[in-house]
């Protein structure tokens, strides 16, 4: 099972040049990576707003990526029952987002140089 939707990819690389879907790729990575890394700093301050406007943010880009799988877990993560439950739903999506990390390596690796 894919952690990325190969539809939504080929969708978003239709038409582009290689060095600009290149640039995307590593662009959702960066991303992702640093709304993942404000979750858990967040989450450490208890900062629970923040921690579920990460999540929000993090499921909208999973979201555009087709990362569905990330998404519903970010999801989950924006209106955590109580700040007890929020480490729990934070294991969950970074259990996902390492493997949209890894999926997104591997595409940028693949991609045919521009």
Known sequence: MQA????TVAILSEGLPPDVFLTILRTFEHDLAE????MA????ERDMAAFSQGAHALAGAA???GAQRLAH????????ATPEAAPALLAGVQQELRL???E???LAAASPPG
Do not use: F, K, N, Y
Request: aromatic residues 0%; hydrophobic residues 50%; without cysteine.
């Open 73 to 80: 877990q970010a999801r989950l993560a924006m209106r955590p």
């Open 63 to 65: 979201g555009s990526l």
């Open 4 to 7: 990325i939707d190969p539809t």
């Open 41 to 44: 700093v967040a989450l450490g």
């Open 104 to 106: 997104l390596r591997d």
């Open 35 to 38: 709304l993942g890394e404000r």
């Open 100 to 102: 949209v990390l890894a």
